[in-house]
């Protein structure tokens, strides 16, 4: 079982839409939590960090993390065409001591007009 | 607003070839990493470093992989004999609040290796 597992999509919504992307995993010891967006061949760009359970709201974005099911989710409201790109979430563990972020695959989001 | 800054943006090399990727961190921060990303694949972890040493590498970092802070500015990594599979993007991220705190990515040097 891969420790972090996304469906890579891709997703298609119009305009407007709300979008909810997803994560699970094995390792219950993940506590950190993130959301990164990625254009093409750009880097990462952060867009949540929670830290173990609960939600976290930021304009647009709110991040949620049930650990009981070892599932999170990012819900984008009111989606834009310049929100189009690829959603990366990533997790760490306090066990390993240097916060090396674990990443899944990624889901590919098209936000059409 | 200060950013994870990285160079080359694109290398190409031969194989066999050693090469140096660039990276400056956010003023201020500790935390410093290298991740990288095969096309189409996951970005992977490669190497944690701290205190001016590794505090965590992954399998794919042997012996042909090594990292650097020359100064206080600039963080290095360095491929000795690169192969064909090591083409991918080569992120570098930074954070200032511990080790588990925010990590910033650089918009990252595309390796290619022919």
Known sequence: ?113 | EPEVTQTPSHQVTQMGQEVILRCVPISNHLYFYWYRQILGQKVEFLVSFYNNEISEKSEIFDDQFSVERPDGSNFTLKIRSTKLEDSAMYFCASSGTGAFGEQFFGPGTRLTVL
């Open chain 1, 1 to 113: 079982q891969k420790e972090v597992e996304q469906d890579p999509g891709p997703l298609s919504v119009p305009e407007g839409a709300i979008v909810s992307l997803n994560c699970t995993y094995s390792n219950s010891a993940f506590q950190y939590f993130m959301w990164y967006r990625q254009y093409s061949r750009k880097g990462p760009e952060l867009l949540m960090y929670t830290y173990s359970s609960g939600n976290k709201e930021d304009g647009r974005f709110t991040a949620q993390v049930d650990k009981s099911s070892k599932y999170i989710s990012l819900f984008i409201r009111d989606s834009q065409p310049s929100d189009s790109a690829t959603y990366l979430c990533a997790m760490s563990s306090p066990s390993s001591n240097t916060g090396k972020l674990i990443f899944g695959q990624g889901t590919t989001l098209q936000v059409k007009p």
